[in-house]
């Protein structure tokens, strides 16, 4: 059974940094895609893509946090990260970290969710 247990939300000051943290159990994380999404509970908005890891290491970011979250993963760990830096107001959100399984052929196989983090942003 594979699990994704989240870490590393909380309360910050504008300007501030976090970071998240999902580690995975019951599958291997190399070569698979990881990302993180976020929603704001309330807004009516869709779960929106943050920052994405794809099979081959390539990373895509939304246009509205480039150059201020930096996505990782340490595949020896089964742990992937959301370095988050510069944070704005406009970041609050519960946190969603994914997780995209494919065989070794290149076949889909499965997708994943967290339980979300809650992160606020506010003085």
């Known amino acids: 059974q594979v699990q994704l247990v989240e870490s590393g939300g909380g309360l910050v000051q504008p300007g501030g940094s976090l970071r998240l943290s999902c580690a995975a159990s019951g599958v291997i994380f190399r070569d698979n895609v990881v990302a993180w999404y976020r929603q704001t509970p309330g807004s009516g908005k869709e779960r929106e893509l943050v920052?994405?890891?794809?099979?081959?290491?390539?990373?895509i970011y939304a246009d509205s946090v480039k150059g201020r979250f930096t996505i990782s993963r340490d595949n020896a760990k089964n742990t992937m990260y959301l370095q988050m830096n510069s944070l704005k107001s406009e970041d609050t959100a519960v946190y969603y970290c994914n997780l995209l399984t494919y065989d070794t052929s290149g076949h889909f196989q499965g997708g994943y969710w967290g339980q979300g983090t809650q992160v606020t942003v506010s003085s």
């Open positions: 920052a994405r890891i794809m099979r081959y290491g390539s990373t």
